[in-house]
């Protein structure tokens, strides 16, 4: 074996642009898992760091049991500190806030959190030192972080506008500058004294939490125990480690579907340069036929020929998976410095790489490849000694295409059973794991069968696409389907792309359409008013709306948190009304929410088993309870929630600070000019700094930009394995072009000029690109709109198949074929007609 070795090494560097471009298929699949891990894994430790200092001094925390708890009230504080083993006491008060500069620029915390709170002159961590100026002494001053006023150009004494959804805009001096250990990202802190965070903040009774710091020689454990024994029902006791692990297992959770997304991507590109690894492989072993049958002739057995190629692949996977590691930590740095520029709000830290990384990102990428090269190795040790006086490279088995074609159409069947079973299932989940074992079943039968396919597909194209260059395209569509099977693994790397890229664009398509159908059946209004930031409409907005000259009716929509019948339930109040606004597709009973009456979503009322007539009992902790009646029932419906109910019930069982309004939907006096109502309305709220005015074909651009900036990342993403699979077509045309170099010189020898060489060569490629791409799409659109129907009770009610975006894409695969084929064409081109016949 060792000489064997040696032969597989000398083989590598003799071919260094065919080992190069194998290479780097297999870098970039691998680049993608480890950045994947890597830059999820800075995130995490990031925002661990965030916590452990943030958190560092909490040896116990007091909190509501649920969400929709007012909190912990403010005459429990005190008994909170008396507790035996209470050092300090710390009352937790914050709420989302927008600062607005002098000059009327929004503090733009992008993504980050803009939050504002008490300064606290007891803290369970040391208080923060002034960078300059002091803590704040009166209710009309506040102090901020100290990266928020270097990022956005604040300075002590500087004049600021405090926006608050639940209260008018405060006017404030900044009176100190305080140095954070959360100035990662784009944080803003803006801490008020306690008085002026009490209004602004919460609802004159409850606080957001309690921290309890330990006195020396008491465990946080035992602090907690004793504070637990005096809470009332309602508030729990936590140790200060189970809050930090709860922060960083929340982080972990929401990074997780990031790292899933990620490394999905990353598979797919690896199952690509698969696809390509095994081409290289199996063209590699047909060309290197006679030496690797001289090589059985003096004496090399079967298992060394194919450990030899087995060994080759090897290499090529651990070099290839080390390039791909350090791919990885550049592409992680790289879309960290993306994301930077975007202004994001993320934290910043130094790059991690785990042993974790290391190993999976080596042994993923290795096996692979050796997986890959395994069918070619058995291949090259079935060579027999007398193919050494053969001067030309074998032909795949005819017998071995018929039993694949045989085993094709096996899996074809059972994918259209398992997608008709999805189809003709009447639950979501169900439906989706049927369809996506269609998906995934018919991938395999398209792989399977894309030797045949190709023949049925390139054949009458190249008769079309060919006909313009008489013999050169004839001569073009024969190479194409000369061997069906290198075709259909050249192809099928392509096809797997444009299936996620086509079936993504359907669904993207579906959602825009689905959203932009919600909008017009059920949103009336002429204007809608809402935020561009984390904040809801301010009250004081919402009343200035309602005063504008030419404004009919206001409908403001507001969150409902409330218990109905024991169970937690979240929907909508509306003050204002339903007619002209809102549009309801009743099932039974009528849209009417006056009094004490509410209406009901068809979904709600068949799991809760509520129909009209029904009598309800809304509550919230320490709020008190409300009877309600089911006055109606509506079908499902996005933007309405699962109930509806009037706004008195709202401001019952609400809290102070949380009476904000998420949208006001204006309806305009009749004969009202809409561009000048528009203008008032923009007057009305402009110094509420955070309020958009838009009418419905704006809203629904709103919703569709959103949809189309997470498609676009998606197709970056899946960008990574059309370029793999571009590779594996210029490699394969390369291999093809050494394969059939004295065919070459021969045609050469006979009149063929280089440009027609060339020319065969890029329709050849296109050829093969395009019935790639038809493959793909076609797969593509078919499952992504199989996919979109078991979507269709969350919503995804309408279905749109992106014709034009199919056409571009198809488009976009034949200069793709193109543009791949140019350096193998221009190298077939430049065969030395004579020095080729002479070398066969």
């Known amino acids: 074996m060792s000489a064997m070795r040696t032969v597989a090494l000398r083989n590598l560097r003799a071919h260094k642009v065919r080992l190069a471009l194998t290479l780097i298929s297999v870098l970039l699949g691998t680049a993608f898992v480890a950045g994947s891990f890597v830059f999820t894994d800075t995130l995490k430790h990031s925002f661990d760091n965030i916590f452990a200092t943030s958190d560092k001094g909490v040896d116990a925390r007091v909190q509501a049991r649920h969400d929709y708890d007012p909190g912990v009230p403010t005459n429990l504080i005190a008994t909170i500190g008396a507790v035996p083993g209470a050092a300090v006491v710390e009352p937790q008060i914050n709420g989302p806030v927008v600062l607005v500069k002098a000059d009327g620029t929004k503090v733009e915390s992008n993504g980050a959190p803009s939050v504002g709170g008490l300064w606290a002159t007891r803290s369970v961590n040391p208080i923060p030192s002034f960078v300059t100026g002091h803590a704040p002494r009166t209710d009309h001053q506040v102090v901020v972080n100290d ?48 008085g002026e965070a009490m209004r602004l903040f919460t609802d004159g009774r409850h606080v957001t939490a309690v921290d309890v710091a330990a006195a020396p020689g008491v465990s946080e454990q035992t602090l907690t125990d004793r504070i637990a024994k005096i809470l009332p029902g309602g508030l729990q006791a936590k140790t200060g480690t189970q809050v930090r692990d709860a922060e960083t297992a929340d982080i972990s959770s929401a990074l997780s579907f990031v790292n899933y997304i990620l490394l999905g991507f990353g598979i797919v590109a690896l199952l690509v340069g698969t696809f390509i690894i095994y081409n290289t492989f199996a063209m590699i072993v047909a060309q290197r036929q006679r030496e690797l049958a001289l090589l059985r002739a003096i004496g090399a057995g079967r298992k060394q020929v194919r450990r030899s190629v087995v060994f080759e692949s090897g290499v090529i996977g651990i070099v290839g998976s080390a390039l791909g590691l350090a791919g990885g930590i550049g592409l992680a740095y790289g879309l960290h410095a993306l994301l930077d520029s975007f202004d994001l709000g993320l934290p910043s830290g130094g790059m991690v790489l785990s042993t974790r990384t290391i190993l999976i ?65 009447d639950k979501a989940g169900a439906a989706a794991s049927f369809t996506g074992l269609g998906l995934v079943t018919a991938c395999v039968a398209a792989m399977l069968l894309s ?109 409902l948190n409330v218990s109905i019948n024991g169970k937690h339930d979240t929907g909508t109040a509306v003050d204002g009304p339903l007619a002209g606004s809102i549009a309801l597709d009743m099932q039974h009973g009528a849209a009417d929410i006056t009094g004490h009456n509410l209406v009901i979503s068809k979904k709600l009322a068949d799991s809760r088993h509520w129909a009209v007539g029904d009598t309800l009992r809304m509550s919230a902790p320490g709020r008190g309870t409300v009877t309600e009646h089911v ?29 904000t309004s998420f949208v006001v939907l204006v309806q305009a006096k009749p004969g009202t000019d809409l561009a000048t109502l528009r203008s008032g309305l923009e007057k009305a709220t402009n110094d509420y700094y955070v309020v958009t005015v838009q009418d419905r074909e704006q809203f629904k651009g709103q919703t ?12 970056g993403l899946l960008g990574l394995a059309i370029v793999i699979a571009i590779l594996g077509i210029i490699n394969t045309l390369a291999l093809s072009v050494v394969e059939r170099r004295r065919e070459i010189g021969m045609l050469r020898a006979v009149g063929m000029q280089r440009k027609q060489v060339r020319r065969t060569i890029y329709l050849e490629s296109l050829l093969i690109s395009v019935f790639g791409a038809v493959l793909g799409l076609v797969l593509g659109l078919t499952f992504g709109s199989l996919f979109t129907r078991t979507l269709r009770n969350a919503g995804l009610n309408q279905l749109s198949v992106p014709w034009g975006q199919a056409l571009l894409f198809l488009g976009l695969a034949a200069v793709v074929g193109v543009l791949a084929a140019l350096w193998p064409g221009v190298r077939a081109s430049r065969t030395p007609p004579l020095e080729a016949i002479s070398a066969a």
């Open 147 to 194: 990266g928020a006023a270097t990022k956005h150009g604040m300075h002590t004494g500087d004049q600021v506008k405090v926006v608050v959804s639940n209260s008018s805009v405060v006017d404030a001096t900044i009176s100190g500058i305080y140095r954070s250990s959360v100035n990662t990202g784009g944080y803003i802190g803006a801490l008020f004294t306690r």
């Open 631 to 659: 006055a109606g029932v509506y079908a499902d419906n996005q933007l309405a929630g699962p109930y509806l109910t009037g706004g008195h019930v709202w401001r019952q069982l609400t809290p102070r600070n949380e009476l």
């Open 704 to 715: 569709a930009a959103q949809v189309n900036g997470l498609i676009a990342l998606l197709y």
């Open 451 to 559: 030797p045949v396919l190709a023949r049925w597909v390139i054949v009458p194209l190249g008769r079309i696409v060919g006909r313009p260059f008489g013999t050169v395209g004839q001569l073009a569509r024969t190479n194409a389907i000369r061997n069906p099977r290198r075709t259909a693994a050249t192809a099928f790397a392509l096809t797997l792309g444009l299936i996620l890229v086509a079936g993504i664009a359907v669904v993207g398509a579906s959602i825009k359409g689905s959203l932009g159908n919600i909008i017009d059946n059920t949103v009336q209004a002429d204007y809608i008013v809402t935020t561009n930031n984390q904040l809801y409409v301010p009250t004081p907005a919402v009343a200035a709306v309602r005063t504008v000259p030419g404004v009919a009716t206001t409908t403001a929509l507001h969150d």
């Open 361 to 425: 990102t080596l042994i993923l990428g290795t096996a692979v490849t050796l997986l890959a090269g395994l069918a070619p190795a058995r291949r090259a040790a079935r060579i027999a000694p007398v193919a050494a006086m053969r001067e030309e490279f074998s032909s795949p088995s005819a017998s071995g295409l018929r039993r694949r074609t045989a085993i094709g159409v096996v899996v074809a069947a059972a994918s259209v059973a398992a997608t008709v079973a999805g189809v003709i299932s």
